[in-house]
Every structure is written in structure tokens, then in C-alpha cells.
């Protein structure tokens, strides 16, 4: 069965930092891979998503995420992180087959310091 | 046009009472999906609609819970002999087509439900 790792569960960093959350996933077929994020009192919205092409995708709000095919990963990433990024992010992958079925990781906190 | 709506925002009940929770997609949107969000945890996948027929079943945890869409729009999930271990966010999503691997799911604010 498919899964999602996030090896974070909470991240606390300084406004400007850099960020990056992990995420890998287990499936070795063709997958679509994507990024939600959920602000405080706010519905689930999605960041950014892969489907095919370029591995770098870039997404709402300066963030982007590298797809490594050979490490099953789908890193996102941010070079300089403000206060309004506070959050819960998570990452999420379904079959190319069976687009339909989103399957969750456990979500990572971000916490930024003003 | 208006998002995902869903009703109620919260709902308490007791051990082996009876639940209905209502999703309102995005006007137009022929794809529906229901997930389940526990403490911690991330959305889990639970049933998904491509117009008024269940396409995937297959999250459903057991016979108790069941949800139907019966004009294509509206979708409600019913949990029966509701137990303590129910107790989550109910997140309702809907896209314009389930069949295509693009489409992007959009999201309710979702239902608590508290089964005392």
C-alpha cells in the first residue's frame, strides 16, 4: 500500500530562514505528488503539484518542491520564510491510475518567530 | 463562485447514535470526496463520487459508515452506531472531474464530530 513519511512533525524557524520539509513516499509506479497547506483557522488549500515534466515545481507564495524520482522524495522548500507561513503542511501522493485516491502524510507544524 | 460548504461545523452525539454529515461542492464540479482527519494526523481517504455513483469505496472503515450523492451535488456520509473511536474532522473536497490526474481537489472547512 502506498504511504507518505513526513520526518518533521514540528519545525520552528526565524522569519527569513530558509525552509525545507521533508517528505518521501512509497510507490514505484507513476504517481502525482502534491503539497497542501492549512493556515490557522483556514480549509486545507493546495500549494503546488506534480504530474509529469519538470521535477521542480513551483507553487503559491514563493514555495517550490524538487520531485527525486530515485529517492522518492518530494522536498518542499522556501528560500526565506515569513510570520504569515505558519502553518501545517502536508505532502500527498496518489496513483497516476487512480488519481482520485489523495493519500495524506501526517503533516508537518512550521512555527515562524517574528 | 462560493467553495466547498459543509453542515454542520460541529456535531456532538452519543455512543451508538445515528449521524449525518452534508457536503455542498463547488457548483459544477461532477467529482466528490469525503476524508476523515484524526488528531495528528493527515486526510484519509474514504470514498470518492464521480457523479452520483461511488467510483472508490474503498476507504470506508467498515458497514457502518455509508454516504451517497443521490442528484450529483449534494453528498451526505452517514455513520450508524456512531462509536468514541469516529470522533474527527469530516473533510469534504470536490474538483471538476474526477477522471483527470490535473484536476485539483478543493477542500471544505470540514465537520467535527464528537462521539461522546
Known amino acids: 500500500a502506498q504511504s507518505v513519511s513526513q520526518h518533521n512533525h514540528h519545525v520552528i524557524l526565524s522569519e527569513a530562514a530558509s525552509l525545507e520539509l521533508g517528505c518521501n513516499y512509497s510507490?514505484?509506479?507513476?504517481?502525482?505528488l502534491f503539497w497542501y497547506v492549512q493556515y490557522p483557522g483556514q480549509h486545507l488549500q493546495l500549494l503546488l503539484k506534480y504530474f509529469s515534466g519538470d521535477p521542480l515545481v513551483k507553487g503559491i507564495k514563493g514555495f517550490e518542491a524538487e520531485f527525486i524520482k530515485s529517492k522518492f522524495s518530494f522536498n518542499l522548500r522556501k528560500p526565506s520564510v515569513q510570520w504569515s507561513d505558519t502553518a501545517e503542511y502536508f505532502c500527498a501522493v496518489s496513483r497516476y491510475s487512480s488519481a482520485s485516491k489523495i493519500i495524506f502524510g501526517s503533516g508537518t507544524r512550521l512555527s515562524i518567530r517574528p | 463562485g462560493a467553495g466547498v460548504s459543509q453542515t454542520p461545523s460541529n456535531k456532538v452525539t452519543e455512543k451508538g447514535k445515528y449521524v449525518e454529515l452534508r457536503c455542498d461542492p463547488i457548483s459544477g464540479h461532477t467529482a466528490l470526496y469525503w476524508y476523515r482527519q484524526s488528531l495528528g494526523q493527515g486526510p484519509e481517504f474514504l470514498i470518492y463520487?464521480?457523479?452520483?455513483?461511488?467510483?472508490?469505496d474503498s476507504g470506508l472503515p467498515n458497514d457502518r459508515f455509508f454516504a451517497v450523492r443521490p442528484e450529483g451535488s449534494v453528498s451526505t456520509l452517514k455513520i450508524q452506531r456512531t462509536e468514541r473511536g469516529d470522533s474527527a474532522v469530516y473533510l469534504c473536497?470536490?474538483?471538476?472531474?474526477?477522471?483527470?490526474?490535473?484536476?485539483?481537489?478543493?477542500f471544505g472547512p470540514g465537520t467535527r464530530l464528537t462521539v461522546l
Open positions: 510507490y514505484g509506479g507513476t504517481v502525482n
Open positions: 473536497a470536490s474538483s471538476l472531474s474526477g477522471a483527470q490526474s490535473t484536476d485539483t481537489q478543493y
Open positions: 463520487f464521480q457523479g452520483t455513483g461511488a467510483a472508490d
